[in-house]
């Protein structure tokens, strides 16, 4: 499911996508983030993994993971598994013991959030109900489907169905105005596909054949499901009508694009673009009415190209497709029977997973989704050590010392973009482990019986808080991530990077362990957030949030030389035969991989002000660093889950994250003398060193 109308700020995660991180004592406690006395400091290296038979000259990811790879076993419930989702599980496991006891008071103040956790938990909870209800709860979504009689009817419903989380052809949502990011814009661009990407749709490939046959039976059971006639049928005429969307979207790489993907555009000439849409009644509908005079498309040929196969397609195979949409997105909320075929296509076939999570694991993603910073309130209260974010707070300052040292001695760069460079940096704004305000739910109505309905309403709540934001000051305290994500993200418009308190944890932070290795974990997740400003994409705004050219042409010329290369590199990694990495889709994120633990690296050696580091565990503090990055990325992932996840993905493959940088950074080779001849060695003049 994705939501339609959403803040759009420009997010660059730090995430995982395919990869994983690792926990160093996965039976610890959720409540494990503690301090420790310094003079209890260890290595923070979790030892027990390592394959010794492989050298760390040759494949340093297998030297430090090797046993765990041999021998774990990725969760039926899971397409994916590694020391990332651990943290995960910690996470996940604090946030339920804080639900269902919530769940479980029955003298909560009516009204208040804790209530609010408390009544829709135990609406997704009451699974009796929901097989008794089977598919009523969209029966007056449908209704208002079926009696749609023309095409001029669709901009209203689209902007209905909007509101619901459901997405359609036509997408819009608010974020900071790229080229103005003090103020609020309305954002409008491509969606309406089910498929994970278009590859899905228009690549030869039996992997991907075989996917769109099971899409086309499953898309026919689950509308016989729901009592429409012809199902057969109306899922062949889904799956030609979603291709020919899919053939004229552009592409995720083409998406990346800051620039191309800018374009405003004054209200009255949207119909010039996509003629025969209302945008008036679709602009009413979604609550933007005349709040604005311009939007800014992101796509404008697929609009264009989207009229004419409004035109050429039947009224009754878009109302065909708009149902389906809706009990696409909607499926999960039902009884048992659209739970599993759901679950069997979409986790089973597309990525792999043979069994569906437990209910309870569901139910809490819900509460999650729908009151992430009511949540995460009462999580932070429990479970974050006020020290832990002064500690964060001098990490990230030595890492952005770090980045200034390295802008300053760069020689591709020229002084004068050296200075706009610096004066960015300057402007960085950190946010660690909360919000200092926390979100207002307090116009969200929940009722214990009624999930679907709670689902509608929260999506709903969510559409209009972001709606209501047109035409106020752009509010720089918000925050893109509930405190319980583990992730980190960098956020162009504001400039700023943004550590939730949930990432705050071992393998990242371990505030027991000896810096080398929070400097490789924690450490290069704050440089590779600094370095998403510096990416090929973020590299095109400001300090300020705005898109703006701020380079000469000729290091503009340098830097696209080196991202080149980098491109080149990751191109030729193959984690699954046949199936490569692309390293222009993946570009910002390898960007960001190879400067921030280059950057992690040259902050470590500042912290030690000239004194040696001390040698634990047999390792030297440089070795141990890298170690520390390496065993972040310990984690695999089912084939199924790979190939989604290579054709999706800005980021690359765990595998790939966990070596690759390193043959960028001079400092591995020194650590652990990789020579020539050695697998992971690559000669001088080769190796890619941006920031």
Request: net charge neutral.
């Amino acid at each position: 499911m994705q939501r339609t109308l959403l803040s759009l700020a420009v997010l660059a995660t730090f995430s995982f996508g395919g990869t994983q991180l690792a926990l160093a004592d996965t039976s610890a406690p959720a409540s494990a983030m503690t301090t420790t006395n310094a003079s209890a400091l260890n290595s923070g290296i979790d030892l027990q993994w390592q394959d010794t038979g492989v050298r760390p000259q040759d494949d340093f990811f297998k030297f430090m993971s090797g046993k765990w790879l041999a021998t774990a076993e990725i969760p039926a419930d899971r397409a994916r598994f590694g020391s990332f989702d651990q943290l995960r599980d910690l996470s996940e496991q604090s946030s339920r013991d804080i639900i269902t006891g919530l769940a479980k008071n029955k003298s909560l103040k009516a009204g208040s959030n804790q209530q609010k956790i408390a009544d829709l938990y135990n609406s997704f909870m009451d699974e009796k109900q929901a097989n008794a209800l089977d598919i009523k709860p969209l029966t007056a979504t449908f209704k208002q489907i079926n009696a749609l009689a023309k095409k001029e009817d669709f901009p209203a419903l689209i902007a209905q169905l909007s509101q619901l989380g459901v997405s359609l052809p036509v997408n819009s949502g608010v974020g900071q105005d790229a080229r103005d990011s003090s103020t609020y814009a309305v954002y409008v661009s491509q969606g309406g596909l089910s498929l994970p990407d278009r590859d899905y749709y228009l690549k030869d490939d039996p992997k991907f054949k075989a996917f769109r046959d099971a899409y086309v039976k499953h898309v026919e059971k689950m509308l016989s499901m729901s009592g429409e006639k012809n199902a057969d049928k109306a899922a062949a005429d889904i799956l030609a009508l979603e291709t020919q969307i899919a053939t004229i979207q552009w592409t995720k790489v083409e998406n990346r694009n800051p620039i191309n993907t800018y374009n405003k555009i004054e209200l009255a000439k949207l119909t010039e673009l996509m003629p025969g849409f209302n945008w008036t009644s679709y602009f009413t509908g979604t609550g933007v009415g005349s709040k604005v005079n311009y939007v800014i498309v992101r796509q404008p040929s697929f609009l264009t190209a989207l009229a004419k196969i409004v035109n050429d397609t039947p009224v009754a195979v878009w109302k065909s497709y708009y149902k389906w949409k809706v009990l696409d997105a909607y499926a999960p909320f039902l009884s048992q029977r659209f739970v599993d075929e759901d679950f069997g296509f979409s986790s089973v076939t597309l990525r792999g997973i043979p069994e569906n999570q437990p209910r309870w694991k569901r139910g809490v993603a819900r509460v999650e989704e729908s009151l992430s910073e009511a949540l995460g309130e009462l999580y932070v209260a429990k479970y974050f050590p006020p020290e832990n974010k002064a500690r964060m707070q001098k990490l990230v300052n030595n890492l952005i010392e770090a980045y200034k040292q390295s802008i300053e001695t760069l020689t591709w760069m020229s002084p004068e973009t050296k200075k706009e460079a610096l004066v960015k940096l300057s402007k960085f704004t950190p946010k660690i482990a909360y919000p200092d305000q926390w979100r207002d739910y307090s116009a969200l109505q929940i009722k214990a019986n009624d999930l679907v309905g709670n689902i509608m309403r929260s999506r709903s709540f969510e559409h209009q808080r972001e709606i209501a934001k047109l035409g106020k000051p752009v509010d720089r305290k918000e925050w893109g991530m509930s405190p319980q994500t583990v992730n980190a993200y960098y956020n162009s418009r504001q400039n700023e990077i943004v550590f939730p308190a949930a990432i705050l944890q071992p393998p990242f932070f371990n505030p027991a362990a000896d810096d080398a290795v929070n400097y490789g974990g924690i450490g290069a997740v704050i440089g590779h957030e600094i370095s998403h400003g510096f990416d090929d994409s973020g590299s095109q705004s400001d300090g300020d949030g705005n898109l703006r050219n701020w380079w000469t042409k000729e290091d503009k010329e340098n830097f696209s030389k080196l991202t080149s290369a980098l491109v080149a590199q990751y191109d030729a990694y193959s984690p699954l035969p046949g199936y490569n990495v692309n390293g222009k889709l993946t570009l910002g994120e390898n960007i960001a991989d190879n400067s921030g633990l280059a950057i992690a690296y040259k902050a470590y050696q500042i912290s030690l002000g000239g004194k040696p580091a001390p040698v634990i565990d047999g390792y030297t503090g440089d070795q141990r660093l890298f170690m520390g990055w390496a065993q972040v990325w310990r984690g695999k992932a089912r084939d199924a889950e790979a190939i989604r996840l290579i054709s999706i993905d800005p980021h690359s493959p765990a595998e790939v994250r966990g070596n690759a940088p390193l043959t960028n950074v001079p400092g591995f080779y020194s650590a652990f003398g990789v020579k020539e001849g050695d697998k992971m060695y690559v000669a001088p003049e080769k190796r890619t060193t941006i920031w």
